[in-house]
């Protein structure tokens, strides 16, 4: 048998409930005056703000690091075209006039301005010339002229005579 509808029991007053859930949401909002809950939005911020310096360091070092390799693979491959020329340059040894094959610049990778055309312009070239050469090798040295054109016969695997 069924319970007459007034046995189901007190039922819920949603006025009431409407109000607390009000007085609720106005005591949650006041949440943010607690010292510890602001303090924790600095927090959160700071911990935020650190986030983008770690990324822009990261950013900056992956950009070093790139520049980097770069680098190294332009010499790798104007080392590797030097280590042919030299093969090349190395027939060159009882013609002074035959044609030498220019070197690669270790800084640029491109081949090197002003590289004496044959065995008689090396024997020719003078100080500032032999050290920019040099300097585009990697291999400045210090001394006279006749000791930098010797470093240079060398680079281009040209026996010294």
């Known amino acids: 048998m069924a319970a007459p509808a007034d046995a189901v029991g007190p039922l819920p007053d949603f006025d009431v409930v409407a109000d607390?859930?009000?007085t609720a949401s106005l005591h949650l909002r006041r949440c943010a005056n607690i010292p510890a809950v602001a303090g924790m939005q600095n927090v959160i911020?700071?911990?935020?703000?650190l986030g983008t310096q770690i990324n822009a360091?990261?950013?900056t070092l992956e950009t070093r690091?790139?520049?980097r390799i770069d680098t190294m693979e332009?010499?790798?491959r104007a080392s590797d075209a030097n280590g042919i020329i030299r093969l090349e340059n190395a027939r060159s040894v009882s013609d002074t006039y035959r044609q030498l094959?220019?070197?690669?610049?270790?800084?640029?990778g491109e081949i090197i301005a002003n590289f004496p055309d044959n065995l008689e312009g090396l024997d020719h070239l003078r100080g500032d010339e032999a050290d920019a050469i040099l300097g585009e090798l990697g291999s400045a040295i210090p001394g006279r002229v006749e000791q930098k054109r010797r470093r240079i016969r060398l680079y281009c695997g040209v026996s010294i005579r």
Do not use: E, G, K, Y
């Open 65 to 67: 690091i790139n520049a």
């Open 101 to 108: 094959v220019p070197l690669h610049s270790m800084r640029t």
């Open 57 to 59: 360091r990261i950013d």
């Open 20 to 22: 607390s859930l009000d």
């Open 74 to 76: 332009m010499r790798r």
């Open 45 to 49: 911020a700071a911990i935020q703000q």
